[in-house]
Each structure stands twice: as C-alpha cells, then as structure tokens.
C-alpha cells in the first residue's frame, strides 16, 4: 500500500483527535470518584453507549478475519458471528440489563457474590483479570501490530524499524494514554470517533467494491463461480447483478453440518454460548451499560448497537466476497507463497496420490526404486515442486496410516473455487472419497456422536489465501488522495478502542474485585482511581511485551489462542449466571463449583477429544455445567430465596419505544436468515 502525504496526515489528524477528545471529554472532576472513573458517573446516553459497544467489539478479526472468510468457503453464513449477536444483544436488553442495574453493581463478579458467595466472586475475578490481560489485551494488540507492520514492511520512524513490536508499543501507549486519565468515560467519547470512522470506512470500501464489480468484464470473473448465471449478463449489467451471479452458491446462511466454519448446527447450540457470554457477561462490553444514566437509555443504546451490527456484513462480509472475484488470482500467489498451506496441502494430495498410484503394494518398502522414482516426478507438480525427500516422507504417511487403520476416517473438503483451480485433482479426491465413506459411512452423514467423539476427520484442501481479501481492497480500490490514510486511521481506531476497553475492564476488575476487598477495604474513591490508573499501565505494559512472542511462525492463529481460551471460562460463567437470574434457590456454593468445574471439563475434552470442534466443547461443557448445578439445586437447594440488593438511584423503568425496537431488529435478522436461506 502506498500512502501519500495527504494519507499520512489524516492518519496523524485522526489519531490526535481521538486522543485529545478522550482526554478533554474524560477530563471533569467526577472521575476522581470510583463511579465516576470506572462507569462516567452512570451519565453515558444512549448514542455513546451504542457507539461504544460497536467500537469496543469491532476490531482487526472482523475486517481481515471475517472478510477472508467471507472470500473463502464460508461465504455469507460468516455473517452469522454480527446476525445472531443483534438477536443476542435484544435478549440482553431485556433480560440481562435490568437485573444488573438494578443491583447497582459496577463489575460481573460483583454479582456473583450478592447472588451466590464471594468465593464465586474471587474465582471469577482472579480467572477474568488473567484472561483479559493474557489472551485479549495481548492478541488485541498483537493482532492490530501484525497487520500495521505488514502494510509498512521495510519502513522506518526515526531509525526504528516499523515491524510488529514497534507498533505494539504504539497501540498500547495511544490506548493507555487516554484510559489512564478520563478512565470510562474518556474511552466511550473516543469510541464514538472511531466507532462512526468504522462505520463510515466500511461504507467507503463497500461501495468502491461493487463500483469495481460493475466495471470488470463478466468473462473475467467467470472463473470464480456462478459461470451459468453470468452468461446472462454483460459487461454493462450494474455491480449488483455481476455480484448476485458469482456468488450465488456462497449466499446462503446454512452450511453442512461438517462445515469447519460455520456449520448449521452451530447454529442451534454453538454459536449462543460465546455470544450470550460475550455481550452479556464480557465485562469490557456490558461496563458500557452498566454506566447508563437510567435503564431506558441502556437499552436503547443496545438498540442502536443492534442495529448496526445488522448493518456490518453488508459493510464485510459483501466487500470479502467482492474480493474473491475480483483479486482471486493474488489470493492464490499468496497461497503459493505460504509455507502452512502448502505443506497441508502436499499432505493431502500425497495421501490421495498415494493410494491412486501406490495403494497396490502392502508397505512402502517392498516398493521399487524405479516405482517411487516415477511416483515422486508425477507428484511434483501436484504438490508445487515439493522436494522429492520429502514426497517419499508424504508417501511413508499413507502407509503407516493404512497400517494404523486410521485411512477410514479421513475425508478431504474442498469448496468450488478449490475444484475450477485444480480440475486433474477432482476426480482423484472424490474418488478418495467415495472409498472412505464406503468404509465409514459417518463420512458422508456425519451424526452428532461422531463428531463429538472425533471419529469424523475432515481435512480441508486450500487453494487461495483468504485471508488477504481486506488487504486486497484497501491496495487495489482505495486511492491514495487521503482515503487510504483515514480507513487506516480507522482500521488501527477499531484496535485502539477494543484495546482500550478491556484495559479499562481489567482494571476495573481488579480494583473493585481485588484491591479494595484484599488489599484496602477502607480504600477513598481517589484510592480507587489510583489502583485503576495503575492497573492500566501495567497491563498495557505487560501485553506490549508479550505481543511481539505471538509471532512466532509455531505459534498459530491469534483469534484461534484468543477463543481457546475463552472457551475455558465462558460456557461456565454463562452456566452460572443464567442459574443466578433464573433460579432463586440455587444453592451458594454452586456458583463457585460451576465457575471452577468449566475449565476443568473443557481442559479434559480439548487433552482426551482434540478433533472435537471448539464450538462443541464449549456446547458439552456448558450443558455438564447446567447439569451439574440442577443436580445441586435439587439436592441442596435454599431454603429461602435470595433478595437482591437494590440501587434506588437508578432509574430502572422501560421505555415503550425499546419494546418497538426490539421486535423491529429481530423482524429484520429473522427476513435476513430466511432470504438467504
């Protein structure tokens, strides 16, 4: 990408405005006070609440992230993670939000101890400080350097070279700066900067997308999908229609049940745990309700969130999906170039070649010299030059597999820009196929209990890099005249924000939940700012130096680390909270048990059931929980139910026009899903 000098001072401009704003607006003497620092005085309305939740949600892994799974198999059922967080964010408006408020408290273990006991408290506190500052805090910042160093690669500031730790130490001192000192409400008034840069960025991008798709030639994007449906227009049908034809196998919202992405069934179970959790339980996303001037403008701050994350895979997803059409050829050079996927890929095309050509013989070694010499020219070209030591490596696999017995349970993916890009394959995988799942039917009807228990392997076969459809847009569509600078300056805002936000969250955590119950439990609001402000430092520090490790090529992908570890806490939380809203006799004693037992159960399936997918662990796990918890109830349950301190100041009534809201958000995900049925 390159930047002129126009792009270069608005992405200055921008970040200075997002600063000196957060810093004038976070400014007033009610910081000093904990409610003040931590929730701005309850006082945030509900245009800075919604534009908060976005900002603080919306960061590299939907534009890079989602865009490329946009460009890849899943297509638009990608579209699902924003679809079903607006139907999640109306149930928490109304389920979740009042009961919080009402209780007054300014952190989510808080509740737990008016609820359950201050056991559950602690454990849920000491378990979320860790997560936020290990795993969010450090792949946050990772995550937006990552993307920063490779748009500037070869560059230097002051003599600095511009690569991943240079730019994790510039996001976390720009996010700490104005947290530090305005705490909350600096961080909302920031938000609602980028949060419409984000907005209006996306918009940008979406309609140089479709302008692209309406001037190129159908011919040239033929190869792409929706060949037959392309043959009915021209070279002057508008964007929208070229759009419609290409991809017309990829707009739907329900894939197989095997899909690795975003299969249908995920759906029905997987999909609600981290998003109830996340939007409703994740404390750097709820702190911004919690400090809402009444319940009214809370939810309709949710409303507006809502609202706009309806709107986000038309500003995402569509543009990824452009991408592969019009830029399908750099995503495979990129491919060739990647290391990962052309050694997974080898390993399939070696098994498939393998047992096409060399599957007569018993074992590798009582194959000739002159049969495998043959064999490895032939898979040569197949597996892009792969070095003959290598190939025989591939080919010893297939037989040790077959000797294992373990063939029977592998079945090779591939989606249809895979199948135009390597038509001499196609047969030969399906041919694969069709054997295995002679021999193991659960290959071709996968059930639930084969999936679960990991009998079902499926291995994808990878011809593009789809990952590179947002970097792809930006290069090729945004000009250079200041555009390409201010959706820069938005893109890195989108990982200011969220970083900022769970800054803001772990501090407050700590200071509540720890430092003021441990350390000074006489501790003066001003005591309380300082611990905050402490805290921010240091976990802007700690994650600044731990960014730069997670590039290490054995690392692995950085949103898989940040789910993983999530998956750990979030099914157990939920479990527990939704036992603490909706069971009155619930025992004390169960909330600590099911917060503990989560990462226990889901550390046992992810050791003894690796192949069991992340979104079923954490779908097995949660059930155990509620399990575990009913049996408790019945078992033990309280004799008197629990009354829930109130907070008098708050104004906890509805207002009549979240009612209408709300039925219009899940009116329009309900058309959406049923459209693209």
Known sequence: MLFSTLDIAIFIGFIAVVLFVGLYMGRSKEKESAEGYFLAGRGLSWWLIGFSLIAANISTEQFVGMSGSAAGPAGLAIASYEWMAAITLVFVAFFFLPKFLKCGIYTMPQFLEQRFDTFSRTVMSVMMVVVLVAVNVTGVIYSGAITASTLFSG????????????????????????????????????????????????????????????AIEVEKIAHTGGADALKNLTDTSSGLEKFSAANADKLTMFLPADNSEVPWTALIIGLWIPNFYYWGLNQYIMQRTLGASSLAEGQKGIMFAAFMKILIPFLIVFPGLIAFNLYSEKMADAALGDAKIQAANAEAYSLVFAGEKLGKFNSFAEIPAAEIERAAAEFKPIAKNLPDAEALEYFKNYFELRGENELKDIRFSYDSAWARQNPALVKSVDKWNAEMCAKNPNLKNPT???????????????????????GLLLKELVPANGLTGFIFAALLGAVVSSLASMLNAASTIFTIDIFKRFVNKSASGGAQVLSGRICVALFAVLGCIIAPFLNNPEFGNIFTYIQEFQGFLSPGILAVFLFGLFSKKAPRFSGAVGIIASPAIYGLLKIFLPEVAFLNRMAITFVAILVLMLLMRLVKPLRQEIAMPENPKINIEHSKSVYIMGAVVLAITSSLYVYFS
């Open 448 to 470: 639930l209990k084969s999936q679960l228990a990991g009998s079902v392997q499926t291995k994808n076969l990878i011809g593009y890099k789809y990952d590179t459809a947002f």
């Open 155 to 214: 560059h230097y500031f002051l003599g600095m070279p511009m690569d991943v730790e240079f730019f994790a130490w510039a996001i976390g001192i720009v996010a700490a700066v104005y947290v530090f000192v305005g705490g909350l409400k600096a961080c909302a008034w920031a938000d609602l900067i980028q949060g419409a840069a984000l907005i209006a960025g996306g918009a940008i991008i979406a309609y140089l997308a479709f302008d692209a798709m309406g």
